[in-house]
């Protein structure tokens, strides 16, 4: 197999930038068919993709494109059937995360996973891909700051969004499976262990209408792992100064710090303000070079025959914790795992 | 009053450094008697501070020295009963962090200082006197990150004073006593409100002597306030970079942060080890200009008869917490206050 | 026009990145010819690119290639006259950086460009497409510094490639010409009037070979502009930290600083040497976006019939001054345009 | 002698910052007279420092104050007079910089120094006492960089004071010999050689009244030392963002950069105009710790009965280069030492 042929499903505005990239950036990836309920969506792909299938139908897509892979993108709560459907019919399956909704979703799908081992499974954990998470992960693995026994992970967002979150919220799982899936992610990734005990704190700081839906803004969660290791796990909807995605490991020999300044890029000011810098203004912008890479990774497996470090258990991990998270915040007590 | 006569008691490390502050670099202090069980310390402070009287017990200094206030920087068990006494004879009160062991100690002291009005009592929370801490409110006061809902505050030693503070523990409060009273005294101050919960972790992950004493070398503890903010307080016994006190202080309009970077000074090594930097050593490497400017307020409230802003409730308050947190620890579980 | 059919020549080191650039990373472009005088570089670009047709003579590509554009990334010698030829075939023209290595070349260039102004021309100062030198001329142009005058730019290379950049200097300009350039473009670009007065020193601090070939491994210059401005323009082969590029601008309300510390990604580590980054390590790691996004815009220009901002005059301008730094260096004395 | 007894004169903005530093932070200095022609002066010290001696006369000072040493502060054009007066007289002489404002006088007070060995002599490079700078020259004494062979250094001043200093430059001796000054002290500590060679540039870019004065706002030289090092020194006085003092010294094995972000103090301000810091605001604030420490080191070296590492020659030198650079820049060519 030379190229891989992909089908994606899903053109909202991450969805765009996926196809965009499988298009054009992925080398080995020809995209041969988009599939979204939403005729513009399409209309876009059609003019911008040089995409030759296009579906309104995932069903349609899996049943008449010409396609090795899919790469799932759609809303949250279709992953996990649409990741099924895709496994059951014999292709690679890329999906968003989070992996499932519900746990028993999550079940369903670590069960196809098992059940068709020839083919590749990524869950969608980008900043495994990030070039500076990856080089923190190395030098966990030389040794350079010993046993890694504490984690500081953070996802914070713009303020200005915080109204298209707000419906978000209305659909999606709330902030701490929303936000934290990635720290909750990354804090596994480094200690290597699995949590066993959470309690999580937040309210809606900024924004009152967030509380009305029982959610927050604002959270905080210390999470123990079964080897001793702990975590803070922080989100914020409220970020004045940019998108502040920030992780720290601290181990028996140093410390590692991962996007302490969120800077846009390499120009600092000098004027009558003192000396400042602009921040990164979204997720994407963040982790663009992590959502090519982890594209890239995803078809170079598919045509070596190799299979992604992340596993299904780690999506099904990430939505357990997230939901003991709420858990947590919800009743005001320590949710043990 | 031109100026104000001064005693102090304890010359141990911490102690020789207030001495010589008072003696040389508050222009308005003159010291003119200290106090220490030691005898070397005395002769070390005869040798290097010009004072004219030297006393074995404190008793003694209160009866006889020609003094107007008491400095107090003795051991931890001895600041409550001496601070007391000293109030009762009259003296203004300087007494070091932490202001009482127990809460009975503190509850007495709180009642000396309101029988004795007139009298100048100062808690020794330097980072209140450290210039960044005091832009940092500033900033607060101005409203430039509105208002403050969540603060992180760590305390960090070098690994390397471990073997130390492994004795120290034997008689010391634990961890979060020792430690994290600053934090504590810093949460209050930026929230302006009370801690009514606390959850506290922790493990000796690089030392397991500490565990064998009930303590720990690396903790977390997540607080909420009776306002709704949340702390996250940290300690750690095993920087390996340098005394690393740093604090956050997240708000409904932006972020202050605090000494993120714990640099040593203002010079950068760029060799074939990348780009680096040195870091402070030692907390009074850290606070030094704070040490100076508390022992310069103490003084200047005396001689002005105005009231410092750090009150005995304060000192009452960050032992509270203090000993909350060690009983989460070691239980397992919320401690609600 | 929907692609651009492209034909690269020279595929050493940056011929490889550019070659892949076209052939991956640029939607628009179709790499459709390579050319190398080097049959192993051939048998490289059939395996890595999928292109159609290899050539080992610049005259057959141009004659018998599919191709629209040519791409000249051979060695400096060869850049006039290759650009020169395939404008005069009717093809759009990228050419690396020198343009020319006399200006009698550049001249030739300039007419050869005037003589067909339907075609694109573009000489590769990468660093007018990097994003943050972008971001920083944007500022500028929006007044936020008022007006620049006086700019400070450097670029420096790890050390360790001393050894290839001797071989290189035998044939090359020198480091004023090698290495400066882009800095002389960047400073050119920034002040937007023509450098009217050079003063250059240097020597071999670190390399005596570099000296026995009338070449140095440290520089500086002090340049003057028509309207008064000035720019100090240094370069560096004894940098042990990175590659160290960077650029500051002085106007008259305030300064941008670009670049100034090499960090090589967002981690930072804190352990017993204090706090440190790596460091960028070769050019490409520093611009490759910028290397990416001057593709694009060449192609982009192709199929929107524009003509880029940078002019083959810029191209002249930079190979002169070179020139004048050089005779400074070599004479000692100032030397007037 | 346990403290040494001293007289200043001059109580300018600056002097009286040494008056007060050696009544109040210096333990073993007793500031015994005061001297200023400038009774408002005299008053101020009356009440502020407890000094028993007033004198509207220098020669009234040394023949009646019970000094041993005498600290001089006043204008420029009185530094050389004073000092070698009060050599002659038998005391002990700090002086501010520049040691004399031409090469005449400086000769005079190294011919003084020479004749009262037994007297401690100090010229008041204050940066050299910084504890950046300290150690930075520490570092240097250990090879950290190997040998230095390029010093990059400048000295900027708020463009708020612009007008202050416009009023200055009329009795000072230009932007050269009032602000790089101690640049040029810098470059020969940290290099070890002579300059031999000066080209300077500079105009007034942002107000013209000093160009109407033969002086300059905004300069840059770049000098060559015997040994074959550079030195590229810089001035500004329109720097909005703040007091920018910093130095970067380049060595064969690494740099050392010093005070490259002058922050004001370890807070950093995340909000919607991204991250910035406040930045110094004048020479005082910056290197107060330097004036202590200076004035701590020449009353140890009386006591001691050491001299400073700086001597009479290194004043010279200053004034010597500072003199050449002028003199460059109003004759826009090259200056052979």
Same mark, same amino acid.
């Given at each position: ?64 494109? &010409? %396609? +090795? ?6 809303? @949250? ?5 649409? *990741? #099924?459907? /895709? ?95 990635? &720290? %909750? +992610? ?6 290597? @262990? ?5 309690? *999580? #704190?937040? /309210? ?112 099904? *991990? ?20």
């Amino acid at each position: 197999m030379e190229k891989v042929k992909i089908g994606i499903v899903g053109l909202g505005r991450l969805g765009k930038r996926h196809a965009f990239n499988l298009a054009n950036l992925v080398p080995k990836a020809n995209l041969q068919a988009v599939c979204s309920l939403n005729e513009a969506e399409l209309e876009w792909a059609k003019k911008e993709l040089e995409t030759p299938q296009l579906f309104l139908s995932f069903e349609d897509m899996l049943a008449h494109a &010409d %396609i +090795d892979a899919v790469w799932i993108a759609s809303s @949250s709560v279709f992953h996990a059937s649409q *990741a #099924k459907t /895709a496994l059951e019919h014999g292709f690679h399956v890329f999906v968003e995360k989070p992996m499932g909704v519900t746990l028993q979703e999550c079940a369903e799908i670590e069960h196809a996973v098992q059940n068709h081992q020839d083919q590749v499974f990524l869950v969608g954990f980008v900043r495994r891909f990030d070039p500076s998470y990856r080089y923190a992960k190395e030098l966990v693995a030389t040794g350079a700051i010993g046993t890694p026994f504490l984690v500081r992970s953070q996802t914070c967002d713009l303020d200005e969004y915080a109204e298209f979150q707000l419906e978000f919220v209305k659909t999606g799982g709330g902030i701490f499976l929303d936000m934290n899936v990635h &720290d %909750i +992610d990354l804090a596994r990734w480094f200690i290597g @262990s699995e949590i066993k005990e959470i309690y *999580a #704190k937040g /309210a809606s700081y900024v924004h009152p209408e967030f509380a009305k839906l029982g959610d927050a803004d604002n959270t905080v969660c210390l999470a123990t792992f079964e080897n001793g290791a702990m975590a803070i796990l922080s989100a914020s909807r409220t970020a004045f100064h940019g998108h502040d995605t920030h992780t720290e490991i601290v181990g028996s020999k140093g410390i590692l710090k991962i996007g302490m300044t969120p800077r846009r890029n390499r120009v600092e000011v000098f004027d009558s303000m003192g000396v400042h810098s602009d921040c990164i203004r979204d997720f994407y912008e963040r982790f663009e070079e992590g959502f090519i890479a982890e594209a890239r990774e995803f078809i170079e497996c598919i045509i070596e025959g190799r299979k992604p470090e992340i596993k299904a258990r780690d999506g099904t *991990a990430a939505t357990r914790i997230g939901m003991a998270m709420t858990e947590s915040f919800k009743k005001g007590k320590v949710v043990y795992m």
